[in-house]
C-alpha cells in the first residue's frame, strides 16, 4: 500500500550517522546555550504585555497535544500503520516546536516563575521541575537522531533509539503540563 510507505528524504540517505550525530550533538548543545542566554541572559521587563500571562496555559496546552500525538504515534506504529505513525509524530514534533518558541518569549520577558508551595509538595514540585529540564536536555538531540535514522530510511537505528526517545519524551512534555499545574495551584 502506497499509503503505508515509510517518509523519508532522499538527501538524508548518503549522510553518514556518524556525521549526522556529530551534527545533532552540535545543534543541540548550540540550541540549549541559545536558550539559557536568551531565557536568563538579562534582566526581565518591567511591565509584561498582557497577552503574555497567557503563554503558561498555552505551553501546557502544547504540552499536552505532544504528549496525546506520541501515545497515538505509539499505537498506529504497534499497528504497524506506519504513515499515520509517521504524521502523528511530525505533530508531536510541531507541538513540541510551537512550546519551545512560546516558552523562550515568556521566560525572555517574564522571567522565571516562583513556586509558592511549602511542605510536602516543595521538594515533590522540585524533583519534577528539575527531572523536566535535565531531561529535556537529553531528549533534544534523542528526537533529532530518532527523526534522522527514520528520515534517512535507517529502520533499525531508528526503532533502537527511539525506545529511549519516546519515554523520554513522554515524559517532559507530561511533566510540562504537572509543573504548569503545580504553579498555578500553589502560584
Known amino acids: 500500500m502506497a499509503s503505508q510507505s515509510p517518509v523519508q528524504l532522499a538527501a538524508l540517505k548518503g549522510v553518514s550517522p556518524k556525521r549526522a550525530v556529530t551534527v545533532i550533538l552540535g545543534v543541540s548543545a548550540a540550541a540549549l546555550g541559545m536558550l539559557v542566554v536568551v531565557i536568563y541572559g538579562h534582566g526581565r521587563a518591567t511591565q509584561a504585555p498582557e497577552w503574555v500571562g497567557w503563554l503558561p496555559a498555552l505551553n501546557a496546552l502544547l504540552n499536552g497535544t505532544s504528549a496525546v500525538f506520541l501515545v497515538l504515534a505509539l499505537r498506529a506504529i504497534r499497528a504497524r500503520r506506519v504513515a ?31 513556586f509558592q508551595g511549602q511542605g510536602a509538595i516543595r521538594p515533590l514540585y522540585f524533583f519534577i ?14 528526537i533529532f537522531s530518532s527523526f534522522f535514522f527514520s528520515l534517512s530510511g535507517r529502520f533499525p ?27 498555578r495551584a500553589y502560584g
Open 84 to 114: 499515520e505513525h509517521a504524521r502523528r509524530m511530525l505533530g508531536a514534533l510541531g507541538s513540541s516546536a510551537l512550546f519551545l518558541v512560546s516558552y523562550i518569549v515568556y521566560h525572555s520577558v517574564h522571567g522565571d516563575s516562583k
Open 129 to 142: 521541575l528539575v527531572s523536566h529540564i535535565l531531561l529535556s536536555a537529553v531528549v533534544l538531540p534523542l
Open 157 to 183: 537505528q531508528h526503532k533502537k533509539i527511539s525506545r529511549y526517545t519516546l519515554p523520554a519524551w513522554l515524559y517532559v512534555s507530561v511533566t510540562g503540563v504537572l509543573v504548569f499545574a503545580m504553579l
